[in-house]
């Protein structure tokens, strides 16, 4: 059994042994449950590392000529689309 510090936020790091054995990475969630004087601490949902090359070819701007990547918005690419949500 490893002992950690709480810190003033009430953070802790969980162990890198622990975190490698159980694959928990940025991102991931945690369940915590109290029983009695016991801690329980449950993976909720592990996430999927993601490589900034996934997301290649996502939006794509079909309007004619050069364009620079402060042209661009998202929100209205996404209304024009017609994919704008309420």
């Known amino acids: 059994m490893q002992t950690v510090t709480v810190s003033e936020k009430g953070q802790v790091v969980i162990p890198v042994q622990i975190r490698r054995r159980l694959g928990i990475a940025p991102g991931c969630q945690l369940n915590f449950s109290l029983e009695g004087q016991v801690i329980h601490v ?22 004619p000529g050069q364009r620079q990547l402060a042209d661009f918005d998202v929100a209205q690419a996404m209304r024009e689309a017609g994919n704008d949500r309420p």
């Open 42 to 63: 449950e993976m909720k949902r592990q996430v999927v590392p993601s490589k900034v090359d996934d997301g290649f070819g996502m939006l794509v701007c079909k309007k």
